[in-house]
C-alpha cells in the first residue's frame, strides 16, 4: 500500500518527479506515481484526490508548470499534506508555477518547494513520515550525516589541493 502519491500534470515533469521517487525509494517508502492533468481531465482528478486517504497515502506530491492547479486542488480535497513543485517554464521560468502554489487561499496550504525541487519534496514527505516512524527518522539522521561527511569531504579536498587543482 503506497504511503505517499506522486502526481503530475504531464510527463515533461517525469525527470523532476522521478528525483522525487528516488529519494522515496532510498528510504524504503512505498509510493504510487500518477500522470494526471487537473485541467484536461478533471473527473480523474478528482477521484485520485477523493480516494487517496482510502488508499493509505499519508502525503501527496503534485508538480506542476504554468497555472500550477494541481497543487492546490489537492489540498482543497486531500486532508492531510500536500507537497507541491512547481516546474520551471520557458516563459516565466517557473516564476508562474511558484506563485500559483505558494499563493493559496487562508485555510488551504501547500507546503512548496523550489522550482524543480523534487528531490527536497521528496526529503520532505520523509520528514513528515519520520514523525511518527522512529526507524525512518534514524534513517533521516543518517542521511543528515552522510551530507555533513560529503561536504567535510570535499573542503579537505580543497585544503589539500588548492583551488587550481580542486576540479583536475
Do not use: W
Not at 11 to 33: N, P, Q, R, T, W
Not at 60 to 72: C, V
Not at 120 to 127: E, F, S
Amino acid at each position: 500500500m503506497p504511503q505517499v502519491g506522486i502526481v503530475m500534470g504531464s510527463d515533461s515533469d517525469m525527470s523532476v518527479m522521478s528525483k522525487a521517487a528516488d529519494i522515496l525509494e532510498e528510504f524504503g517508502i512505498s509510493y504510487d506515481m500518477r500522470i494526471i492533468s487537473a485541467h484536461r481531465e478533471p473527473d480523474v482528478f478528482f477521484e485520485y484526490a477523493k480516494t487517496a486517504e482510502q488508499k493509505g497515502i499519508k502525503v501527496i506530491i503534485a508538480g506542476a508548470g504554468m497555472a500550477a492547479h494541481l497543487p492546490g486542488m489537492c489540498a482543497a480535497i486531500f486532508p492531510m499534506p500536500v507537497i507541491g513543485i512547481p516546474m520551471h517554464t520557458t516563459s516565466l521560468g517557473g516564476r508562474d508555477s511558484l506563485y500559483s502554489i505558494v499563493q493559496m487561499p487562508s485555510g488551504i496550504p501547500v507546503a512548496t518547494v523550489a522550482i524543480n525541487g523534487g528531490t527536497n519534496a521528496g526529503l520532505l514527505a520523509v520528514k513528515m513520515l519520520a514523525m511518527s516512524d522512529k526507524a525512518l527518522l534514524d534513517k533521516l539522521k543518517d542521511y543528515s550525516r552522510t551530507l555533513k561527511e560529503q561536504v567535510e569531504a570535499k573542503d579537505a579536498r580543497l585544503q589539500e589541493k588548492g583551488y587550481r587543482e580542486y576540479g583536475k
